[in-house]
């Protein structure tokens, strides 16, 4: 329960505390009796620590690392256990939204191709379908990618990108456009996610503009700049520091089991 989102189990909050945690438990009946200070005690010894790290991060989706292995396979250029190809392009693509300037401001979205350190930038009124397919149509329709082969579109769960029918829509609208998902609560899997973070640091922190359109005149040179001297980014996570996350919590758990056995022996 603590390694779930609270809204994930019909629960108003954005995320968990101890005494929350707690109260849950008691109501769910999972203990007739549960402090808080004994969550807080049990999740400090324990390889989850919800407390200390977004949730959304901890790994819930079954097909993690089917899904996993196809993207960091394409940030080492291999697709289906074959070379991606001098006329084949990866793209990582996702929408920033809620840019803050005093008051709401329009969303940002990007795609970044991962092995030539390009940005392609645009901001939009809503987010949804439309925006999105917007960002793909500018990047799709100039070169190198309109010729491509295939142009790997690696995107999350978003509402505007998920399922088969917006892959279709991708396919049908480019058909050398191939969507690739990362799994469910790993968008950190997402290149363009370091981008965003570079975009909050250096162009929207501090948070002082007089008006949105501001916000996007800077973001737009902030582009360019980038582009100008950008080099793809170091991916150092690996397929062998995946497994190593898949199997932290179960090697936590069983080196518990020995302790909590050893203690009880003496």
């Given at each position: ?94 929408e920033k939204t809620s840019i803050q300037a005093r008051c709401r401001c329009h969303p940002i979205l990007a795609a970044?191709?991962?092995h030539r350190a390009r940005v392609f930038g645009r901001t939009e009124a809503p987010t949804g379908i439309d925006p ?134 003496e």
């Amino acid at each position: 329960m603590a390694c779930q989102l609270p809204a994930e189990t019909g629960v108003p909050l954005s995320r968990w505390s101890c005494p929350e945690l707690a109260r849950e438990a008691v109501e769910r009946s999972i203990a007739p009796f549960l402090s808080a200070s004994t969550v807080r005690r049990r999740l400090t010894r324990d390889a989850l620590k919800p407390r200390q790290h977004r949730s959304w991060i901890f790994i819930t989706d079954s097909g993690f690392r089917a899904k996993a292995e196809r993207v960091l396979n394409l940030y080492a250029d291999t697709w289906n256990g074959t070379p991606v190809g001098a006329d084949e392009y990866v793209i990582s693509a996702d929408e920033k939204t809620s840019i803050q300037a005093r008051c709401r401001c329009h969303p940002i979205l990007a795609a970044y191709d991962v092995h030539r350190a390009r940005v392609f930038g645009r901001t939009e009124a809503p987010t949804g379908i439309d925006p999105f397919m917007n960002l793909v149509t500018q990047v799709m329709s100039e070169e190198p990618y309109a010729s491509a082969k295939r142009v790997f579109w690696i995107v999350d769960n978003g509402s505007s990108h998920r399922g088969k029918k917006a892959a279709d829509r991708l396919a049908e609208a480019h058909p050398n456009a191939v969507t690739v998902r990362t799994p469910v609560h790993a968008s950190w899997l997402n290149q363009v996610e370091i981008y965003f973070s570079v975009v909050q640091r250096k162009v929207v922190s501090p948070n002082d503009f007089p008006d949105p359109a501001q916000v996007g005149d800077r973001l737009r040179a902030f582009e360019d700049r980038y582009n100008a001297t950008a080099q793809p980014f170091q991916w150092r996570f690996t397929i062998s520091d995946l497994d190593d996350l898949l199997a932290r919590p179960d090697r936590h758990t069983t080196d518990h089991h020995q302790e909590s056995s050893a203690a009880l022996a003496e």
